[in-house]
């Protein structure tokens, strides 16, 4: 499975990277996962890859090439969309944040993104944030939509916590715990 | 026991299972993690130096005196270090030595995209390229027995994909090296004419005796598929071919300088075409020409920016190309709220200045509304530059150097001794911010700590300058940027060089907790705001200015700006 994380630097696209590739640990498949450090974090568009499967060779997943886009900011999500596999799915953090061009005014953030994502991608659009507050830190937005990914593919909820548990520092394990549980229990058992 | 390790850690593991006594490094992305775990290790010393170079010699000096010792950094920085790399490849070592210098094809946090695969040749030293975790932490270790076997200083080459990405390891246990017994040798370690004439000689038959062996490294590897099509690749561009071509045959170089060429003959004998496929320069294509062994290579692939497996697709099988939406608004990096390099960029653009500026986070002053940065080239160039400008232009007195504390310590400070030397009047602010930002906040000289986050001598950046022969030196708070651009406009009128230090620790590394701010009913739209281009604050016709109190960290600089009290502490 091709998992492609996006976001904007600072919003815990490598948290969110890590807690998968220990997924990949618990699930005992093969992972690679590719990250951006350095000049790209600090605000900038933020693209992760996370690779499983049986054999992985490039750490990188090619465009049209995703089974899933986990989005941690609207814009991030449609200007990543065509990575997105035919079929491929969706799970969209709702917020917006504004880019500096479009700040400065030279540039409009797009309209209706997230209704395109759901009609054309039949994205699953969360308002993460509100999720992520109500477990105690709005930084938490990643495992919110993580909680929400694996609910959609069938991930027990014992093997993201397990993940969970092995990759978040234990000072901030408790509220991340709560933003899994939130983002697991947004849509309903299939 | 395997573990899913970034390949920077799988370099660290290597480094420590190897028995690596010494590790010596300037941080510079994508490499900064390998010593930032290495100072982990209680069996390792490691130090963050002054700059590559001083590295080098660090590793250097720990291997003459018999101790395996590596160095680590970005491509750039070997720039910096090239002069000790080629006169150690002279010497030879005593205990192994490994260079680790990680490339950045796509540029995603460098200047250039320059390929180090050159320096291996022209400094007549082997490199080697992995292509995952598992083979960074296997080729670390035999980049030192090869260092040991062959008496030579090892390059171990990484690229941004492989250094930040992680795939499964097994760990295994440390093997303590005995130090081999430092010998006096002037023949060996007194690189003067005489006796470098000698080693000379030496350096061309060590690599005779690598090129001839390297036929028969394991790491250099043919696997025989459909035998229509032979590709030669290495690193990370090995793994995009394994999923982008499945059914070719493939030679994978794990030792790309020198070239295994009786491997490759034997290989080009058995497949109807070769194929070189390599990122950046056409490094491994050229010496096959050179060689008389026809293939092709780079009037198929870019050498701009990275590979991938489409790109290959695309090339070698007809893949139709899947395009991106070019029409969004690009979301480009930005200085952090509260970052305190803000309130300087926002005056020098106010002051309509020239401003040579330099490597770090404060590159992105040059960014759209700051719009503060002239010139941007290598590390502590900003320096030399602004001297350079005022001997040419005598008259312009408006230009300015911007350096920031870490990048100043590494290769400012000779451009300042010179700009003293030579009776110039460059104007310098040196943006003190307390760490080496950019590349993730290490210690460096002045903060007084070690990589091990132990105490140490904190070097006093004023006294220095002072040292240098700088008569105005001054030490100003980021916050008070009226000050700021008072003293900015007094140093660039006096005939004499200056050094105004703008003094406050980064705001990741301070995480101050502040109370946000909000716009009150006082605005007036003027929008001055909006020209301190902090992420917090946007402005849209309906609802007008607004500072989002989820980024805002309560800094103050937009306070400072605006002159209609319309902005507030958040209640």
Redesign the interface.
């Known amino acids: 499975m091709n998992i492609l994380i996006v976001g904007v630097g600072g919003q815990g696209t490598l948290l969110a990277s890590r807690i998968l590739g220990n997924l990949a640990s618990v699930l005992r498949v093969d992972c690679k996962l590719n990250e951006v450090h350095g000049m790209a974090q600090r605000g900038g568009s933020v693209v992760t890859h996370v690779k499983m499967g049986e054999k992985v060779y490039s750490p990188v997943i090619s465009e049209g090439d995703a089974d899933v886009i986990l989005a941690f900011e609207a814009l991030e999500a449609f200007r990543y969309r065509h990575f997105l596999k035919k079929g491929g799915a969706m799970v969209v953090n709702a917020q917006e944040i504004m880019p500096m061009p479009v700040i400065t005014g030279v540039a409009r953030y797009p309209e209706n993104v997230l209704e395109i994502m759901k009609k054309d991608y039949g994205a699953v659009v969360i308002d993460a944030q509100k999720y992520a507050a109500e477990s105690g830190s709005v930084r938490a937005v990643n495992t919110v939509v993580l909680g929400c990914f694996a609910k959609k593919f069938g991930i027990s909820y014992e093997n993201a916590e397990k993940a969970l548990e092995m990759s978040v520092k234990p000072k901030l394990l408790q509220i991340n715990k709560t933003a899994l549980k939130k983002g697991y229990d947004i849509l309903p058992i299939i | 026991m395997k573990e899913?390790l970034?390949g920077n850690a799988a370099v660290a593991r290597g480094a420590y299972e190897a028995g690596v006594k010494v590790a010596a490094a300037y941080p510079g992305?994508?490499s900064?993690?390998i010593t930032e775990i290495l100072s982990g290790y209680g069996e390792i010393y490691s130090e963050w130096s002054p700059n590559e170079k001083v590295a080098f010699e660090v590793a250097f000096g720990a291997s003459v005196a018999g101790v395996r010792s590596m160095v680590c950094m970005k491509h750039v920085g070997l720039n910096v270090a090239a002069d000790p790399l080629f006169t150690s490849s002279y010497t030879g070592i005593n205990g192994g030595l490994v260079a680790v210098v990680a490339d950045d094809p796509g540029m995603?946090?460098s200047q250039n995209e320059q390929d180090t695969r050159f320096y291996a040749r022209s400094a007549h030293v082997p490199l080697l390229e992995p292509s995952?975790s598992a083979e960074a932490k296997q080729y670390t270790k035999l980049a030192f027995e090869l260092s040991e076997k062959y008496d030579t200083p090892v390059i171990l080459r990484t690229t941004t994909?492989l250094a930040?990405?992680?795939?499964?390891v097994e760990l295994g246990e440390r093997e303590e090296k005995t130090p081999v017994p430092y010998v006096k040798n002037v023949q060996k370690y007194v690189m003067m004419p005489v006796n470098a004439k000698a080693r000379h000689l030496i350096v061309e038959s060590r690599m005779k005796r690598l090129a001839s062996d390297a036929d028969g490294f394991e790491i250099n590897s043919i696997t025989y598929n459909d035998k229509k099509t032979g590709i030669l690749c290495s690193g990370?561009v090995y793994?995009?071919v394994?999923?982008?071509l499945p059914d070719a045959s493939v030679l994978k170089l794990g030792m790309v300088y020198p070239l295994p060429f009786n491997l490759i003959r034997q290989f080009a004998s058995n497949v109807d075409e070769i194929i070189v496929i390599e990122e950046l320069e056409p490094f491994i294509e050229n010496q096959l020409k050179a060689n008389g062994i026809p293939c092709k290579g780079k009037e198929l692939f870019s050498k701009q920016g990275e590979l991938?497996?489409?790109i290959i697709k695309q090339v070698l099988t007809g893949l139709e190309?899947?395009?991106?939406?070019n029409t969004?608004?690009?979301?480009?990096?930005?200085?952090?709220a509260g970052c305190p390099h803000r309130g300087v960029f926002y005056i020098l653009n106010k002051l309509r200045l020239t401003v040579c500026g330099d490597i770090g986070?404060y590159?992105?002053g040059a960014?759209?509304?700051l719009s503060a940065v002239d010139t941007v080239l290598c590390m502590g160039a900003g320096i030399g530059m602004a001297h350079g400008f005022s001997k040419a232009l005598p008259d312009k007195k408006n230009v300015i150097a911007v350096i920031g504390d870490s990048t100043f310590i590494h290769s400012g400070i000779t451009g300042l001794i010179d700009c003293v030397y030579n009776k110039g009047n460059a104007t310098v602010l040196i943006l003190d911010n307390s760490t080496t930002g950019?590349?993730?906040h290490q210690n460096h000289p002045a903060t007084g700590k070690t990589i091990k986050e132990e105490d140490t001598y904190s070097l006093d950046l004023a006294v220095l300058c002072r040292a240098c022969g700088v008569k105005s030196v001054t030490t100003v708070d980021a916050d008070d940027i009226e000050r700021i651009e008072s003293l900015i406009k007094d140093e660039l009128k006096k005939d004499e060089p200056s050094v105004i230090i703008v003094k406050k620790p980064c705001e990741l590394i301070v995480k101050e907790i502040r109370k946000p701010y909000m716009i009150n009913p006082n605005c007036k739209k003027c929008k001055v705001c909006?020209k301190i281009?902090c992420?917090a604050?946007?402005?849209n016709e309906k609802a007008g200015l607004k500072i989002d109190a989820?980024?805002c960290v309560g800094c103050g600089l937009c306070l400072s700006v605006c002159k209609f009290s319309a902005i507030e502490e958040v209640l």
């Open positions: 899913l970034l992305t994508p900064t993690e995603f946090s995952d994909r930040h990405g992680q795939s499964f990370v793994q995009y394994k999923e982008a991938s497996v489409n190309p899947v395009l991106a939406d969004l608004p690009a979301r480009p990096p930005v200085l952090c986070c590159t992105l960014n759209a509304p950019m590349t993730g909006m281009g992420p604050i946007s402005y989820a980024v």
